[in-house]
């Protein structure tokens, strides 16, 4: 059933849900699978050895769907930084008009993305640095609570606070993120005053097979970690391998 928001409005998709980036996991198959079932599949560049690869992989994705995806690019502290502007070059080159940025310093990606007329989201763990990226002009925050997946930021804020208080000051269209796995998870989102709610336990249930595929391709498992390793964390392997 279509459930219209702010944001499917923005992006052109027919369900609220967003698949956020995933190292390793968001590639070609899964961007796809989600976008045909009407959300919005993202692929991950920097799991696309080079530029030149996540060209192909958008061409490959091209072929699977005929809906909106989009691309994220996960900026991380590094002494020999990812081509990150070969990356955000290539997919604009391809077509590609939504972008997801994550990490640090997304300024420069941002003011690039945005000269060529892209739909931008910005992923953080904050609502100071959500109110950042706002003046920094992107379209729409996604807003990590502490029970994500992936970096999940060192406030240990969790969820339903956070986005409590992204209602009372933000100004733009913002994505719940961090443990909202079904329908009710959705409906609470939706009350929280969050566009769309974007749910990677709900995708890894969705996509299992893909998932397991994808983690033995790289020869390892993919492990679902919702805190960095050093605090209490729980994870799930996709796989015994
Ligand atoms: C296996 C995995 C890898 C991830 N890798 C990235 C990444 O490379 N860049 C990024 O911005 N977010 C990454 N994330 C975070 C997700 O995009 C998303 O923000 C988070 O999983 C939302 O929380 P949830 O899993 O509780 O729904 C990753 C998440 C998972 C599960």
Known sequence: MPL????????????????????????????AAVSNAGGLGILTALTQPTPDALRHAIRETR????????VNITLLPSINPPD????????????????ETAGNNPGPLIKYFKSQ???????CT?????????RLGVDCLSIDGFECAGHPGEEDIEPIMQLARAA??????????????DGRGLASAL??????????????????????RVGREHGHAVHVHSRKVGHPHRC?????C
């Open 4 to 31: 219209e928001t702010k944001l499917t409005k923005l992006l052109g998709i027919r369900v609220p849900v967003v698949q956020g980036g995933m190292q390793w996991v968001g590639v070609p198959q899964l961007a």
């Open 63 to 70: 072929k699977l769907t005929k809906y909106p995806f989009g």
């Open 84 to 99: 990150y502007e070969g990356y955000a070059r290539a997919a604009v080159e391809e077509g590609v008009r939504i972008f």
């Open 117 to 123: 007329g892209c739909i931008v989201i910005h992923k």
């Open 126 to 134: 904050t609502i100071r640095h959500a109110k950042s990226a706002e």
């Open 168 to 181: 009372q000051e933000l100004k733009i269209p913002y994505i719940a993120s961090g443990g909202f796995a």
């Open 191 to 212: 009350a929280l005053g969050a566009c769309v709610c974007r749910a990677h336990h709900l995708i890894c249930t969705y996509s299992a097979d893909n998932e397991l």
């Open 236 to 240: 799930r392997s996709s796989c015994d």
